[in-house]
């Protein structure tokens, strides 16, 4: 007991620490982020005790960094802690137990009057299901407050909020700026694209947002912000704590440019937000962060029945390159919405939505915006049969479509075949290309109100 109080009698009073610049998150979108924050350091020479309650409550403790990054202070932790039990009603009285404590009670006539109560047992338990409390009033017991309780102090033990704790050890006095980090859960983002056309034509303008939300329980204010976009690798074992390493702590500052920028990251792409952002907790916030016009981006129309479904699929087709609208930045999943400009009172009308997975520059994207109305399509079997010796098939099929539209359009008609065997189009009445080892594709021309039919048979070969 005696070396117990000789060593807090060598701790120095608990630091009271201050910030030296505005919070810097790396929001992932998988509902974490990974906080770094400069917290001011005043040591002596030997012990300090350091407390910092400024960290979420949804914070990681095992992954709490505290480190000297300039390295002026040789200094070493010797103990790291974290406290989540911070005061409530039921944990002081759960420190009064045994105690006699005064219960304010109001009567029927709204006047309020003392009862003493001593308090048998509390019913706190932290983390986990209370129980109900029992108190003895005039030498009774009573399975319930008589009233409010009134505390004579918080008590030496208790905290008002979450906090973080360490003991650290300093060969010598001096002023320190540590960079304090952990991940933790409650925050995320997503992207989102608007894609607004006219009426008629194939050209959009795209309109990209990120939309931040913060669950954490803290309020970040002027927070330095980036995006990490990609799908990264998290332990996720049947306990709460989850462990990492905190490699995303030596990540380099990018300084503050005109637009949000990006650049690849390890494996995934890593967007800064070009300005400080508050972000409150439980608030939701939205940024743009790309903005694309003229970017062509034709509307295909295709029948795919195990892709789409028994009708004709309405799909936008763009490549995301620089050339096309000052595209080329790798575009994080998120949805997209589509709207129309309708030419009679220049008002936009929303024709569909989809979403996007990640995409890297360069590629290709489409995107599946709804079905046709204008354009019907019927698919049936006209012939199946096996060959005697059971080492061939063939299968016949009709596919009748009929366009309704005012104007001429091209349908693109998807086929797919069985994987396992061989398989020949013996007979087709349109051309088609050979997409993949299993499906071959018809582009079928149509004029305002024809019907056209597309005749194929198929063999099948186990030889």
């Given at each position: 007991m005696k070396t117990h109080a000789l060593l807090f009698g060598a701790l120095a009073s608990a630091l009271p620490l201050s910030l030296a610049a505005g919070p810097a998150l790396t929001i992932y979108n998988q509902n974490f982020a990974v906080v770094r924050e400069t917290i001011l350091l005043d040591l002596k020479a030997g012990v300090n005790l350091v407390n910092f309650s400024g960290a979420t409550t949804q914070v990681e403790p095992d992954s709490v960094v505290l480190r000297d990054s300039a390295g002026k202070v040789s200094l070493r932790i010797l103990e790291q802690s974290y406290r989540a039990d911070a005061a409530s009603q039921g944990l002081l009285l759960a420190l009064n137990e045994g105690k006699t404590l005064d219960f304010i009670v109001t009567d029927k006539d709204a006047k309020e009057y003392v009862v003493k109560g001593r308090v048998i047992r509390s019913g706190y338990k932290a983390g986990g299901e209370a129980s109900t409390p029992i108190i003895e009033v005039d030498g009774k017991l009573r399975f319930s407050l008589p009233g409010q309780p009134i505390f004579p102090s918080l008590g030496d033990d208790a905290i008002l909020q979450p906090t973080l704790s360490w003991q650290l050890n300093a060969e010598a006095a001096g002023k320190v700026e540590a960079e304090l980090g952990y991940i933790t859960n409650g925050m995320s983002w997503q992207a989102a694209y608007n894609f607004v056309a006219p009426e008629k034509g194939d050209q959009v303008d795209?309109?990209?947002?990120?939309?931040?939300?913060?669950?954490?329980?803290?309020?970040?204010?002027?927070?330095?912000?980036?995006?990490?976009?990609?799908?990264?690798?998290?332990?996720?074992?049947?306990?709460?704590?989850?462990?990492?390493?905190?490699?995303?702590?030596?990540?380099?500052?990018?300084?503050?440019?005109?637009?949000?920028?990006?650049?690849?990251?390890?494996?995934?792409?890593?967007?800064?937000?070009?300005?400080?952002?508050?972000?409150?907790?439980?608030?939701?916030?939205?940024?743009?962060?790309?903005?694309?016009?003229?970017?062509?981006?034709?509307?295909?129309?295709?029948?795919?029945?195990?892709?789409?479904?028994?009708?004709?699929?309405?799909?936008?087709?763009?490549?995301?390159?620089?050339?096309?609208?000052?595209?080329?930045?790798?575009?994080?999943?998120?949805?997209?919405?589509?709207?129309?400009?309708?030419?009679?009172?220049?008002r936009l009308e929303f024709v569909g939505e989809n979403t996007i997975d990640h995409t890297a520059k360069n590629e290709t994207v489409r995107i599946y915006t709804g079905d046709v109305f204008d354009i019907a399509v019927e698919r049936k079997a006209t012939d199946s049969k096996m060959s005697s010796r059971n080492d061939q098939r063939e299968e016949a099929y009709e596919i009748t479509l009929r366009n309704r539209k005012a104007e001429a359009v091209e349908v693109r008609v998807t086929e797919h075949f069985y994987s396992w065997p061989n398989w020949t189009l013996i007979e087709q009445s349109d051309p088609s290309e050979k997409t993949d080892a299993q499906t071959a594709e018809f582009r079928v021309k149509l004029k305002p109100d024809e019907e056209k039919k597309i005749t194929y048979r198929v063999r099948y070969d186990w030889k």
């Open positions: 795209i309109v990209g947002w990120v939309t931040v939300n913060n669950n954490t329980g803290k309020t970040f204010t002027d927070a330095a912000i980036k995006l990490m976009a990609g799908d990264v690798s998290r332990v996720q074992p049947a306990t709460d704590t989850v462990r990492r390493e905190m490699k995303i702590m030596s990540m380099d500052a990018m300084p503050a440019p005109a637009g949000v920028t990006e650049k690849a990251f390890d494996e995934f792409h890593l967007y800064s937000l070009p300005r400080t952002v508050t972000l409150r907790d439980q608030e939701t916030k939205q940024v743009e962060f790309l903005r694309a016009t003229g970017v062509s981006a034709p509307q295909l129309y295709i029948y795919d029945q195990q892709k789409y479904g028994a009708k004709v699929a309405t799909v936008r087709e763009f490549k995301n390159t620089k050339e096309n609208g000052g595209l080329g930045l790798p575009l994080p999943k998120g949805r997209t919405r589509f709207y129309r400009q309708d030419s009679a009172d220049g």
